[in-house]
């Protein structure tokens, strides 16, 4: 990709950059050439391999993130792998005098491979490939924290977040350091989290995560006080919040990003959502770079960067690298691989029915989706059929009721759904794959007016009676509702919310009424606050959500992708109209131009929207 120059820069137009690229790439070459060996008086060259968001993908993922069948192989429509990884990886650094291997966290969750191991094969990989340093990730915490330290407590490399209270829990400290300062290099890495991880995982009450600008700016005067001129922050916050704490500290030279499984590159890519690296202005007016690389081990992030003697990256030369399958397996580790994955293979290969079609994650959190809209339908239909004998009450309110209530509408997170699904067989690994948390189905009595004040929460994302944001949005079933996103905290996003009676006839939400959901426990207990924690009678308890999904392919055998306008957003006139009232965009310097005409709002519309996105 792009190589700059970036020591004094003056503004130009467009059409003067255009003209000056060449002459700015021959410049930037030649530094990166003449200080290839010079670090002893003060520059250095250093080569960044980075990854994120693997989520546990150890095999080869064709381009929904579920595991190839033979027509992707042949096709070419397979990426990543563990033991392609550690090929690539190693001609990465081949050659390369200075290089650090980096990971954006989120290796955890996702397949039948963490669901087997819980993370310790994980953690063998990466020790097996290399990984100089990681950071920690939302999905780590999934199964808890003891979970988490028995991973962290394998690994060969440190972990680090800057932005985590782990006082409260002894067993964690020692695992875990703001920062890590490769002395041969004088170059500093601090690690730091979403602050929204409590809200979409399983941390718990004894971990806390702080604002990641605060906590980045406190180490970074601290390096600098012990000397450290290079520092680096290792995130798992995503593409725009990193662009904002890019843009709101001094002292950062690069952003290795995660979370928001961000392609950063080549503009003709379908998945691109920005340039690599993307180049934003911090309160000094110098240059904090930004990279990322997508999801399930697709790409490798492999960026190339010359620091002068004041600390400050003054070149760059890079690209994310994807990994085909023209990339050779590294033999030991493939086998280790296959021996893992022959221990469950026979069950998972279980064929349960076939695709018609592909489903697609695409449209899932901002509308209805053809995969949402299939398992929420497939959840309520498993909860109307199902009769009292088959469920349990939840403990703490039990039912003495003995006639199931009639379910009237199912809700679900998008961020529950974790991939696509492929035309052809559809098999337990499918099905594990799409919903690998393990969520139990609750149904429960909810008040109209909950229903419509967490249905303008997931609108506009965030509650107006704690504040707190939305991080994921929602698919259902038995409802249809059209909202306007834009409307934020006036109440007025719902433009209408309608749920299907027993005779099919829609009506609208009745705020007095009491109606039936149908949803899952990480929702209910609060879970990206879509609703509140309550203390609830008359909940039902089913059971697990994967265990729905593999049930209803079974029953019907064919499964086929559907999309019927059962949301609907109507905020681009609204836009509209607030931009011809005169509202001002306000946008960091250096924020990609197309991201500037799909968020006109400008920043607050932006973070708001990765941040309700989150789960």
């Given at each position: ?523 209910l207990n609060g879970g990206d606050n879509v609703f509140l924690k309550l203390n609830r009678t008359g909940t039902i308890q089913y059971v697990k959500h994967e265990t729905i ?67």
């Open positions: 990709m792009s190589v700059m120059n970036a020591t004094k820069r003056s503004k130009h137009s467009i059409g003067r950059l255009a003209c000056l690229i060449p002459l700015v790439l021959v410049a930037a070459t030649a530094v990166l050439q003449q200080t290839s060996a010079q670090t002893d008086n003060g520059w250095l060259n250093l080569t960044v391999i980075h990854t994120n968001d693997i989520h546990a993908r150890m095999d080869p993922a064709n381009n929904l993130g579920v595991a190839c069948t033979e027509a992707d192989i042949a096709q070419g429509n397979c990426y990543g792998g563990a033991a392609r990884h550690k090929t690539l990886i190693q001609q990465l650094r081949k050659g390369k005098q200075n290089s650090l291997v980096l990971d954006g966290g989120d290796e955890f969750q996702g397949t039948l491979f963490y669901t087997y191991y819980k993370g310790n094969v994980t953690a063998d990989v990466m020790n097996e490939i290399g990984y100089d340093l990681s950071t920690i990730g939302n999905h780590e915490w999934d199964d808890g924290p003891s979970v988490a330290a028995r991973y962290w407590e394998k690994l060969k490399m440190p972990v680090v977040c800057a932005n985590i209270d782990l006082s409260k829990n002894p067993e964690l400290t020692h695992l875990v350091k703001p920062y890590h300062i490769f002395e041969n290099l004088g170059v500093a890495v601090i690690g730091y989290i979403t602050p929204l991880a409590g809200d979409i995982s399983n941390s718990g009450p004894t971990v806390s995560f702080t604002d990641p600008i605060v906590a980045v700016q406190k180490y970074i005067d601290e390096l600098q006080g012990k000397g450290i001129k290079r520092i680096l922050a290792l995130s798992h916050n995503g593409y725009a919040p990193d662009m904002e704490l890019a843009a709101k500290t001094r002292g950062l030279d690069l952003i290795v990003g995660g979370h928001s499984h961000s392609y950063l590159g080549d503009p003709k890519n379908p998945l691109y959502q920005g340039p690599y690296p993307t180049v934003i202005k911090n309160l000094d007016g110098e240059n904090t770079l930004i990279v990322q690389a997508y999801c399930w081990g697709r790409y490798i992030g492999n960026l190339d960067v010359s620091f002068n003697p004041e600390g400050k990256i003054v070149a760059w030369n890079g690209a994310p690298v994807q990994v085909e399958n023209s990339i050779a397996s590294d033999p030991a580790l493939l086998q280790k691989v296959d021996g893992w994955r022959h221990e469950f293979q026979q069950w998972a290969g279980t064929v349960l029915g076939q695709a018609a079609g592909d489903f697609d994650l695409t449209n899932c959190r901002t509308r209805d989706c053809a995969i949402g809209n299939m398992i929420s339908d497939a959840t309520l239909q498993y909860v109307r059929n199902s009769n009292l004998a088959s469920t349990t009450t939840t403990t703490a309110t039990p039912s003495r009721n003995p006639k199931k209530p009639w379910a009237d509408v199912a809700i679900i997170n998008s961020g529950g759904i974790r991939a696509g699904i492929s035309k052809g067989n559809f098999t337990v690994e499918n099905a594990v794959t799409i919903l690998p948390f393990g969520s139990v189905v609750l149904q429960t009595p909810m008040k109209g007016q909950e229903l419509l004040t967490s249905l303008e929460a997931v609108a506009v994302g965030r509650r107006v009676d704690n504040g707190k944001t939305v991080t994921s949005f929602i698919q259902v079933s038995g409802m249809r509702f059209v909202y306007d996103p834009s409307q934020n905290a006036t109440g007025k996003a719902i433009i209408k919310a309608e749920i299907q009676d027993k005779n099919k006839k829609w009506r609208k939400i009745s705020p007095a009424k009491t109606y039936s959901v149908v949803t899952n426990d990480f929702m999904l593999m049930d209803y392919v079974k029953k019907v055998k064919v499964i086929k992708p559907y999309v019927n306008g059962r949301i609907r957003n109507a905020a681009t006139p609204a836009l509209v109209a607030r931009q011809d009232a005169g509202y001002e965009e306000k946008w960091f310097q250096g924020v990609p131009e197309h991201l500037k005409s799909i968020y006109p709002l400008g920043n607050e519309q932006l973070l708001e929207e990765y941040r309700r996105l989150q789960g």
